[in-house]
């Protein structure tokens, strides 16, 4: 069978989960259709998400229509769950672009249509809501607006009867409509030559059929977005929706006797606390009881397992007609769970013990790949040749300190984040600074306030941690002003540690990240000692002279040195007498942090990149606002009653200048922002609370550090 994995994007509250429950009716698979305000959506399983109405979590759903089975993925709208859609896109085969027609375009949906352009994902575009009042003329106004805020070329596929009106009806258009056919004609012979060359012969010869399958085709290669009208909630143009999704989007057929290639895209926590992870495969077949090994993304680490020859499926499901189903297999072009692989993470790759061979090419790009054990397969999900890898978003700017109701809850929350983090990777948390009751602060990356209050009240439902969150801050990035070196030579005050180690520090261009370079010969000592040096290197640059990540940088080993093992006449080996890698790692932080200190750093925080449009009589009354908060504003653009405003803004200050807007622009402003860049911060530069042994401070990093390295047992 014929597969398409289609995705429901769009921005909050234009009606992506409703659209869902009325896609799974109108292919029979419910007899019902769910409501969101009832907390009855297939797809919106969470309690949190049924009590707040909103999708947070990306869910998945499978049903038939004329041969091609549909696995359809369910995202959220809000971009503080941007981290779900981008995960999503890695396996998609086509998608469908949710657009309210009261609302119209918001700033999600360009953010959306023009990611899933740059991934070359076919995409339909469905007007929701035509039913709703607001909506009166969406099919006259809406193509217009689509093709200025989207910026791409957009095919109507119909028009609205009784818009704004409880019996409001989506009427297709077909060969009778004559000025349809000729536009149509027109808008895909711009782009291919045969088509264009029968057009300019003669443009009444084209048969309609054929101009069918070249919009088809230019839809496969995401050239043109056709668009269709209807409303979720009365059902209106919902079959014509399938029709096009069966029709203009392109589905493959898998084989499923080909070596295993898939991506795993989502890990959740089951009831008993065990992970969950969803599988595309690509091709091949995973069966229960199949052994596993999984890794990084293209196996770069190895692969993981229990050690014994790979990790065992205890448990399998396979999306069938809306629901999970326990199977055997999981054959290629279905999208399942497996349970059993207890160190699974979301990008890893995974491979079937034993087997081997070629894994088929990609499809589409993603972050995470599933191939066969001794094979570099690229598949669905992997970089590709053209570039379309990494990061689709940027990752979170901002950062709080949560904090436990109850002390006696820091490690369990801990545990807690560290659950949550195997969901979503782009939650990250680390430790903050030391208290005075000798345990430390617990930070999260976040995307926005309410992904905050996500996460405390999933702290608080799931596992029963009542949580407070200190203020959110920006997260800067210290980078070198110069070059500094510094060396501590072995058996020479100050150095308590039998090791030599010298490091160079350069500056290096904008957005490199961290090279380390060894400038002594690769056999002047043990490699373990020169992977302690390296290693350390990198733990100690996450937080530099004011306590950031230090970035853009090269650092150079320029002197290394060490005591051989050797101990005193007719006795066993002497820890005091000779090197060990503790020597390499206690002395590394603070060479490093002296060559620093002669290089210089500078902060740097994040700045997001704007786009406002406004009402032009407002522009006067915003421009203070947009001062008020750091902004930088370019020339505005006034055109039909709107002006649009472009430039950069302190991402630290992007959630208050989005509240303070709203008074300013009456409501009708329009922020669209997104990460842009790293700059200099202007005035005092902010510290972040150090949460390590402090090289900076010489002499209490010695109390703290040397016992533990002289004494380890101690």
């Known amino acids: 069978m014929r597969t398409l994995n289609l995705g429901i994007l769009a921005h909050i509250d234009a009606g992506k989960t409703s659209l869902t429950e009325r896609l799974l009716h109108s292919a029979g698979v419910i007899d019902t259709v769910g409501s969101v305000d009832a907390g009855s959506t297939r797809t919106d399983t969470l309690a949190l998400e049924r009590r707040r109405g909103i999708t947070i979590r990306s869910a998945v759903v499978s049903f038939p229509v004329d041969g091609v089975s549909v696995n359809l993925i369910d995202t959220p709208g809000h971009p503080d769950f941007v981290a779900e859609v981008e995960r999503v896109l890695s396996v998609l085969d086509g998608a469908v672009l949710v657009v309210s027609a009261v609302e119209g375009v918001q700033a999600q949906t360009r953010v959306l249509m023009r990611t899933l352009r740059r991934l070359s994902i076919p995409t339909l575009v469905f007007v929701n809501k035509i039913d709703r009042a607001g909506a009166g003329g969406a099919d006259e106004r809406l193509p217009a607006e689509l093709a200025r805020r989207l910026g791409a070329p957009f095919v109507p596929l119909g028009r609205v009867a009784s818009a704004g009106r409880p019996d409001a009806a989506f009427v297709p258009y077909g060969p009778d409509d004559a000025g349809f056919v000729a536009s149509l004609a027109e808008g895909l012979a711009e782009r291919d030559d045969a088509l264009l060359a029968a057009y300019v012969a003669d443009e009444a010869s084209l048969p309609y059929g054929r101009l069918r399958r070249e919009l088809a085709a230019q839809t496969a290669r995401s050239l043109v977005h056709p668009v269709l009208y209807g409303s979720a909630i009365t059902g209106a143009g919902a079959d014509a929706l399938v029709a096009a ?65 790979g990790t065992k499926v205890t448990g399998l499901s396979v999306f069938d007609h809306g629901e999970a189903v326990p199977g055997d297999t999981l054959p290629a072009g279905r999208i399942g769970t497996l349970r059993g692989l207890a160190g699974v993470r979301i990008g890893d790759t995974v491979s079937t013990y034993g087997t081997g061979g070629p894994a088929h090419a990609p499809h589409h790009s993603a972050p995470d ?54 969901q979503d990777p782009l939650i990250g948390y680390r430790k903050g600074r030391l208290l005075p009751s000798g345990l430390q602060d617990i930070h999260v990356s976040l995307y926005g306030e309410v992904q905050k209050e996500v996460v405390q009240a999933t702290l608080a439902e799931e596992y029963g941690i009542g949580v407070t969150f200190r203020e959110t801050t920006a997260i800067c990035r210290e980078r070198p002003l110069g070059t500094g070196s510094a060396v501590a030579f072995k058996s020479t005050d100050p150095n308590p540690f039998l090791a030599t180690v010298g490091l160079r520090v350069d500056p290096a261009p904008a957005g490199s990240g961290v090279e380390y370079r060894i400038g002594v010969e690769l056999g002047s000592m043990p490699y373990a000692f020169m992977r302690a040096v390296q290693e350390t290197v990198t733990e100690t640059l996450e937080q530099g002279l004011c306590g950031w990540r230090v970035t853009d940088l090269v650092v150079t080993l320029t002197h290394s ?30 060479v490093l942090m002296d060559a620093l200190r002669r290089a210089g750093t500078r902060v740097h925080e994040p700045v997001h990149r704007f786009r406002l449009d406004l009402p032009s009589d407002t522009y006067g009354a915003a421009l203070p606002v947009l001062a008020r908060f750091g902004a930088v504003p370019e020339v505005p653009v006034a055109a039909g009653g709107t002006t649009t405003v472009r430039g950069h803004v302190p991402a630290a200050s992007v959630h208050a200048l989005e509240q303070r807007l709203i008074g300013p622009t009456r409501g009708e402003g329009l922020l669209e922002t997104e990460f842009d860049h790293y700059a200099p911060v202007r005035g005092t530069p902010p510290r972040r609370a150090r949460w390590d042994h402090d090289p900076l401070d010489r002499e209490a990093y010695l109390l703290r550090v040397v016992r533990r390295v002289r004494n380890p047992g101690a």
Do not use: N, W
Request: proline residues 7%.
């Open 245 to 309: 999704v069966r029709d203009l989007l392109p589905s493959v057929r898998r084989d499923a006797d080909a070596p295993l290639a898939g991506s795993v895209f989502k890990v959740e926590r089951g009831p008993r606390g065990e992970k969950v992870a969803y599988v595309h495969v690509a091709a091949g077949t995973v069966r229960l009881r199949d052994r596993l090994r999984f890794g990084g993304p293209s196996g770069e680490d190895g692969g993981r397992g229990d050690g014994t020859g």
């Open 369 to 422: 790949t599933v191939s066969t054990y001794g094979t570099r397969a690229r598949v669905p999900g992997t970089p590709r040749a053209d570039g379309r890898a990494g990061r689709i978003f940027a990752p979170p700017t901002l950062e709080t300190a949560v904090v436990p109701d109850r002390d006696t809850d820091r490690a369990a929350l801990h545990t807690a984040l560290a659950e949550l983090a195997d």
């Open 561 to 590: 040195g060490y005591a051989p093992r050797q101990s005193h006449a007719h006795a066993v080996f002497d820890k005091s007498m000779s090197s060990t890698a503790g020597d390499f790692r206690a002395l590394t932080p603070l």
